[in-house]
Nanobody
Framework: QVQLVESGGGSVQAGGSLRLSCRVS????????TAWFRQAPGKEREGVVS???????TYAASVKGRFTISQDNAENTLYLQMDRLKPEDSAIYYC?????????????????WGQGTQVTVSS
């Protein structure tokens, strides 16, 4: 089982930036694919971006061009850089992982989740 521990998040004004981190343990780079999801109050969990085990990303249309997923292989840490944030980006953000090569933006496919971190964007 892959273990995930998130950090980062917080409050920012619209147009600002935040970076989320997700420390991965129990597997090494190339053995798993990853994703970031978010969930706003009263809404379903939404896929933000996924990355295959080789790092190839797939972004949701709502964040493409504003969010960037990356990974520090030496530190086994996943990052989500969020720029030009909007109030509608406010949610609890979760990192997720699977021990397969390809990842998709479907929450039911993942069996490893971070604890979640709150992102609040004010107008």
């Amino acid at each position: 089982q892959v273990q995930l521990v998130e950090s980062g998040g917080g409050s920012v004004q619209a147009g600002g930036s935040l970076r989320l981190s997700c420390r991965v343990s129990g597997a090494t780079y190339g053995q798993y694919c990853t994703a970031w999801f978010r969930q706003a109050p009263g809404k379903e969990r939404e896929g933000v971006v996924s990355a295959d085990s080789d790092g190839t990303p797939t972004y949701a249309a709502s964040v493409k061009g504003r969010f960037t997923i990356s990974q520090d292989n030496a530190e086994n840490t996943l990052y989500l850089q969020m720029d030009r944030l909007k109030p509608e980006d406010s949610a609890i953000y979760y990192c997720a992982a699977r021990r397969v090569r390809l990842c998709f933006l479907a929450a039911y496919e993942y069996n490893s989740w971070g604890q979640g971190t709150q992102v609040t964007v004010s107008s």
